[in-house]
């Protein structure tokens, strides 16, 4: 968790920045991007991700958590820019359904993981004339902290720590930005794992020899 509080301290000093570099370019109208483009321009998001787990015997988006930070474009043509993105990202699964376990060793009454990620999205995006914009990209995801839980009957004695996730998480990332007023947008996207986020699943809770991360993103961005 000391890691955790420390890398949303972080991001909180660089969307300070941001905002007051925004604050004091916001004066003048004509430096928003489509009135005056720019080669870099800024920006600072705050939204939810809806996650879940593919292969831990769990379906549906029912975990919920912080995605948070700031992004920085690079102006290429009239309508094409590369994004570049540095977040907190918190995704994982949860599910609250009585089912049984593999081999009916098992009733698995509720269970969660907590995945907390420090994440760089970088994405080629490409503008409308009313600023609103789409893209798609690669993700890169470093592991900060884990928290697997579950409650069971009879109680699941094997230690989660002993099935470890991947300390990193590559994910293709597809979405699109909404202009909604001024630098205000509405952002949903869509991302999932290239590459496998555990191999060794606990005895059990999955299905498959292997886990994918699964997501949809729902945020607002302020570009100054």
Not at 3 to 13: D, H, Q, W, Y
Not at 34 to 44: K, L, M, N, S
Not at 79 to 87: D, F, G, N, Q, R
Not at 122 to 145: A, E, N
């Amino acid at each position: 968790m000391a890691k955790v509080r420390k890398f949303v301290l972080f991001a909180g000093v660089i969307g300070a920045g941001l905002c007051f570099t925004g604050m004091a370019k916001a004066q003048n109208p004509s430096s928003y991007y489509i009135e005056d483009p720019r080669t870099f321009y800024a920006g600072v998001l705050v939204g939810g991700n809806f996650s879940q787990v593919d292969g831990d015997n769990y379906a549906g988006y029912h975990k919920v958590g912080l995605n948070v930070g700031g992004i920085v474009y690079t102006h290429l043509a009239e309508h094409l820019a590369v994004s570049l993105e540095i977040l907190f990202s918190q995704k994982g699964a949860k599910g609250n359904q009585e089912q049984m376990a593999n081999a009916n060793a098992f009733m698995i009454n509720k269970y969660q993981t907590t995945l907390n990620y420090a994440e760089i999205p970088i994405q080629l995006c490409y503008f409308d004339k009313r600023r609103s914009h789409f893209g798609g990209g690669l993700s890169y995801s470093q592991l900060i902290s884990v928290k697997e839980t579950a409650t069971t009957t009879p109680t699941y004695t094997d230690d989660f720590e002993k099935y470890p996730f991947k300390k990193s998480d590559l994910n293709f990332v597809i979405g699109g930005n909404l202009h909604l007023w001024k630098g205000l947008f509405f952002n949903l996207r869509f991302q999932y794992s290239l590459i496998s986020i555990r191999n060794d699943i606990p005895p059990g809770f999955g299905d498959r020899g292997q886990q994918f991360n699964n997501m949809w993103t729902a945020r607002v961005m302020y570009l100054f």
